[in-house]
Nanobody
Framework: QVQLVESGGGLVQAGDSLRLSCAAS????????MGWFRQAPGKEREFVAA????????EYGDSVKGRFTISRDNAKNTVYLQMNSLKPEDTAVYYC???????????????????????WGQGTQVTVSS
């Protein structure tokens, strides 16, 4: 089992950048596929980005492609989401998620739907003002 804690959220202006971090405790992150999702008020949870267990593959939601970058440092048990050129529509609570190797047998496999993940952080608020 793994526990996830997000940090790095805050209030920024349109065009600014933020870097979110997701620190994992318990088993090392190298055994988990990781992802970021977000949920704005009144909207469904939305896929943002995901990275494979090996870190060799990434996937992004259409609304963030070219602006956001997901990365992982397994030595630090941390996954990052670098968010550039932020827009007001990026305002949401951002959640980190993890799925164990028992559900993700291939180290290059990337998970893009919420139901594929077993563990979730508590979320961090990102607010982008216009």
């Amino acid at each position: 089992q793994v526990q996830l804690v997000e940090s790095g959220g805050g209030l920024v202006q349109a065009g600014d950048s933020l870097r979110l971090s997701c620190a994992a405790s318990g088993r090392t992150t190298g055994t988990y596929a990781m992802g970021w999702f977000r949920q704005a008020p009144g909207k469904e949870r939305e896929f943002v980005a995901a990275v494979s267990r090996s870190g060799s593959r990434t996937e992004y939601g259409d609304s963030v492609k070219g602006r956001f970058t997901i990365s992982r440092d397994n030595a630090k048990n941390t996954v990052y989401l670098q968010m550039n050129s932020l827009k007001p529509e990026d305002t949401a609570v951002y959640y980190c998620a993890a799925s164990p190797s028992s559900r993700v047998p291939f180290i290059s496999q990337v998970l893009t739907t919420a139901d594929q993940y077993d563990y979730w952080g508590q979320g961090t608020q990102v607010t982008v003002s216009s």
